[in-house]
């Protein structure tokens, strides 16, 4: 029989706020084998964030791509969470998990 893997949705998003460096290192701790992330690409640089929009997941307003990514790094998404970049994620996760992006 195959073991049972638990993927970690938007890192441990129950527990910390979705798509934050905190999310991500609760669900390694919490013992997840996969964490998955949502990105877009701003200026060059993969961002991890899931909505279109900023207000659901953050202090700011608008659509993210009408955003710079100074914008983007500037906001808070939640507890004192910036949106990461998917580097800082991949820095993060140091091979403790797979990354399903």
């Not at 993927?7 to 999310?23: D, I, K, W």
């Not at 877009?40 to 207000?55: C, K, Q, S, T």
């Not at 202090?59 to 507890?79: H, I, P, R």
Request: overall charge negative; proline content about 3%; hydrophobic content about 40%.
């Amino acid at each position: 029989m195959n073991p049972l893997l638990c993927f970690a949705h938007r890192g441990a998003s129950g527990h910390e706020p979705e798509n934050t460096l905190s999310a991500v290192e609760k669900a390694i701790i919490l013992g997840s084998d996969w964490i998955e992330v949502d990105v877009y690409a701003v200026e060059g640089e993969l961002i991890v964030i899931h909505d279109e929009r900023l207000e659901r997941t953050t202090n700011g307003t608008g659509s993210v791509m009408d955003k710079t990514l100074a914008y983007l790094q500037s906001l808070d998404a939640g507890k004192g969470q910036q949106i990461p970049s998917l580097r800082e994620v991949f820095d993060c996760v140091d091979h403790r998990a797979v990354i399903n992006v």
